[in-house]
């Protein structure tokens, strides 16, 4: 028996009864439960005896279910939908930098994409990988369902800079799971997910505009295509005050060194550069998208 279990037990036993039966929820964006979620709430439940219960749903699920206090913590990678009702009430903590990156199967031979591609990508003007310098193969975007799910409504905030923009595809998934181990199995796929949960996925990621979506190149701004990933809590739930205190875990030391050793930037590590290099992010887009 190990020397953490046994003071795992021990830790258990001095805690008082009512701490010991208290679980919390969370539901939420894939990408975030994917990337760090898991380990930051075996963490927590070790240093503090309260389990954390998991679930996906999505990002507005991670918004609405804590809204509605169907849940105690969210997860969400989008910002709440301006004047909806059903997101009211819902704070938004910022914990991480996910980036949005192109993955392809693995044994695809493209190694970059430009943003007028992936901006012609979406709106249907790709349909073969010849068009990209591949073989003369058929295409197959793969998208989110609907115009709000995490990744999907960042795309259409850059890329178009429009939330209603259609995206031009036979291919929706109900959320980013089953996308992702579609690109894997399909050697004609294409899709945009979250650089978070695709570490750990079996598939090819591309550089944009030549660039690596490394953590360095997130942290420091150098890469283009990246957006803040959330918990989200209600003050009004029964549990908030133990969900706060789980979300100031995530942004303390031991927090930010679970998101960091799984290749996610935690969120204060690059604040800073990105307030400096905002400005330059979007007239670098600008600029690209107007070339095309």
């Not at 493209?110 to 591949?134: A, C, E, M, V």
């Not at 998208?143 to 178009?160: A, D, E, M, N, P």
């Not at 181990?181 to 650089?195: D, Y």
């Not at 990933?229 to 030391?253: H, M, T, Y």
């Amino acid at each position: 028996m190990s020397s953490q279990f046994l003071l795992r037990l021990l830790l258990l036993a001095l805690l008082p009864l009512s701490v010991q039966a208290l679980e919390l929820s969370w539901v939420g964006c894939g990408i975030t439960r994917n990337a760090f979620m898991a380990d930051l709430a075996a963490a927590y439940e070790l240093e503090t005896g309260i389990s954390i219960n998991i679930s996906g749903g999505g990002a507005t699920k991670g918004i609405r279910a804590i809204a509605a206090r169907q849940a105690d913590i969210g997860g969400a990678c989008r910002y709440t939908l301006k004047r909806n009702r059903e997101e009211a009430g819902a704070s938004m903590i910022p914990v991480a930098w996910d980036a949005l990156v192109v993955v392809v199967h693995k044994s695809n031979p493209l190694d970059s994409i430009s943003l007028p591609q992936l901006r012609d990508l979406y709106l249907g003007k790709i349909t073969n990988w010849s068009q990209l310098g591949g073989e003369d193969q058929p295409l197959e975007l793969l998208i989110r369902k609907g115009k709000i799910s995490g990744v999907g409504y960042t795309l259409r905030k850059h890329l178009f800079e429009s939330p209603e923009v259609e995206f031009k595809s036979e291919y929706e998934f109900p959320s980013s799971g089953p996308l992702e181990k579609a690109v894997e199995q399909n050697r004609n796929a294409i899709a945009v997910t979250g650089i978070a949960s695709a570490h750990k996925r079996n598939f090819k990621i591309l550089k944009l505009e030549g660039r690596d979506p490394s953590f360095e190149n997130i942290r420091t701004g150098n890469y283009l295509l990246y957006r803040p990933l959330f918990l989200v809590l209600s003050k009004n739930s029964p549990n908030s005050r133990e969900a706060d205190r789980f979300i100031q875990f995530a942004l303390g030391p031991k927090g930010r060194e679970i998101i960091s050793k799984n290749q996610v930037v935690p969120y204060f590590d690059g604040m800073l550069l990105l307030q400096k290099r905002l400005d330059e992010w979007k007239r670098f887009i600008r600029e690209s998208l107007a070339k095309h």
